[in-house]
């Protein structure tokens, strides 16, 4: 096991409150700090994974997959979020994880996973399933620095059984978490996730690697949701939601809610704040990308169909601000 004591702080925190510990996934475009202040400020999770970062890419700025603000940690978080990597190449993890550390990071996941084709085609996120050694390196690599180090990964590249030889081999190298998206890389989201397994998963695991705290992510889609899952298997340490927070940006409220439209739109605006605020330091994100969060918030049960069409057509966040200044739904 590694030094740090950043999963086995959060564990006993969640152990003493007689529940699993909660996250919110690694998500490309997504869990970046503009993302997670939102979440936070709606119900935060025990903590946060940042979006992909390619571990060559935090010492070689040159690669051309560039790190940019994917480790901008802004100082109205909380705690610093866990550093989700991708690759394949040992000594890239040994310096990128010297690298976080020195900048004040405890904690960093590896991304066997990733069912993206262009991950793939660079030999990171699902394609380490198919070559083994390479996860094994890639651990002891990350290890070297210190840190907290987790993996990523799902049941198998293409069959459902691989997990039988897949897992163990992961679970052998003793990493602090094991987070289990509950499907293939070929089954994508297609499928709903093998919620079945999760059993053999914790057996698995305790056999092999008692100390290793076991994670489970696909198809939950809020705090109440796994909660009730933890609570049907006995022995699931974490629980991972990752789209969830697209149906609700309350995904982690221990007790569930309702909310008015206002309140969302509340915090579409504040996510507007640190979108800007986050653009004038990088030259990313550009404002398309703020188009998929809008559906978050105005939403057509609430009757704002007509206010969201309006801003997919904005070009900017100003223009976005005036929408919603000229829409009925005002806070």
């Not at 909380?78 to 990597?85: G, N, Y």
């Not at 998206?181 to 698995?204: C, F, G, N, W, Y």
Request: charged letters at 25%; aromatic letters at 10%; hydrophobic letters at 45%.
């Amino acid at each position: 096991m590694t030094e740090s004591t950043f999963w086995t702080e959060i564990a006993a925190k969640a152990k003493t409150e007689q529940r699993p510990f909660f996250t919110m996934a690694p998500m490309e475009a997504v869990s970046n700090t503009v993302f997670r202040q939102v979440v936070a400020r709606a119900a935060a999770p025990d903590t946060f994974f940042t979006e992909f970062v390619y571990a060559k890419g935090i010492t070689n700025p040159n690669t051309k997959f560039p790190v940019h603000g994917r480790l901008y940690v802004s100082p109205a978080e909380a705690k610093m979020p866990v550093v989700q990597l991708w690759g394949n190449e040992a000594l890239d993890f040994v310096t990128a994880a010297a690298s976080l550390k020195a900048k004040g990071f405890e904690a960093i996941d590896l991304n066997m996973g990733c069912p993206d084709s262009t991950v793939i085609k660079n030999h990171g996120g699902s394609d380490l399933i198919r070559h083994p050694q390479w996860a094994i390196d890639t651990i002891a690599a990350a290890k070297t620095a210190g840190l907290a180090v987790s993996v990523k990964t799902r049941l198998g590249y293409s069959k459902l059984d691989e997990f039988r030889e897949w897992l163990p081999t992961l679970l052998r190298q003793d990493v602090d978490v094991l987070t289990v998206h509950l499907r293939t890389k070929q089954e994508m989201s297609k499928v709903p996730a093998h919620l079945e397994l999760i059993d053999d998963l914790i057996k698995l695991r305790d056999e092999l690697a008692p100390n290793t705290l076991l994670q489970v992510n696909g198809d939950i889609p809020d705090y109440q949701a796994g909660l009730a899952l933890a609570k049907k298997h006995p022995g699931l340490d974490g629980i991972m939601i990752g789209r969830g927070v697209f149906a609700s940006p309350f995904a982690f409220e221990s007790q569930a809610q309702t909310h008015s439209l206002a309140e969302l739109l509340e915090l579409l605006r504040f996510q507007l704040d640190l979108f800007d605020d986050f653009a004038t330091r990088y030259d990313v994100p550009r404002f398309p990308s703020l188009k998929r969060f809008f559906k978050i918030y105005a939403r057509p049960e609430l009757g704002a169909t007509a206010l969201r069409n309006a801003m997919m057509d904005a070009k900017s966040t100003d223009e976005v601000r005036k929408i919603l200044n000229d829409s009925p739904f005002t806070a």
